[in-house]
């Protein structure tokens, strides 16, 4: 995504657009694997970009609220943000009574985790786990 195709976003998103703002989702989209606020805030400054550290952080607030990046616990009071990809889901069937509930994917908050912890990247993404359990009213049942 340019420039101008930012821009554009933001605008349709109801956003006004800024400099900064411009910039922080440029570095996100350019980027491979989830940053932080401070690794964001680094580039911007390398950029030429005149920015304070809260802005950064108030614009991905802002960000995560409309649904545009993804905000991910690395414990210890870290987070690392990027672009919210299209929203995968899986399916839990009960093994007894066969009722669905769909959760979103957990494995893009697993894979930030275990990259924070060991430095380990995933390259296959494919992940494909039917999950089976015990619904919490079979459960009961029990």
Do not use: W
């Not at 870290?78 to 009574?97: P, R, S």
């Amino acid at each position: 995504m340019n420039v101008l195709e930012i821009e554009q976003y933001l605008r349709k998103c109801g956003i006004k657009v800024t400099k900064g703002r411009v910039n922080i989702l440029d570095i996100l989209y350019k980027g491979n694997t989830s940053v932080s606020a401070e690794s964001i805030f680094e580039e911007c400054r390398k950029r030429g970009i005149n920015i304070d550290l809260s802005t950064v952080y108030r614009s991905l607030e802002l960000f995560e609220g409309k649904n545009i990046v993804s905000k991910f616990d690395l414990g210890q009071g870290k987070y690392n943000y990027t672009i919210k990809e299209e929203d995968h889901k899986h399916v839990l069937q009960c093994k007894l009574c066969h009722k669905e509930v769909e959760i979103d994917c957990p494995m893009q908050q697993v894979r930030e985790l275990i990259k924070n912890k060991t430095g380990f990247v995933f390259v296959d993404e494919e992940l494909d786990i039917k999950l089976e359990g015990i619904c919490e009213d079979c459960g009961k049942k029990e």
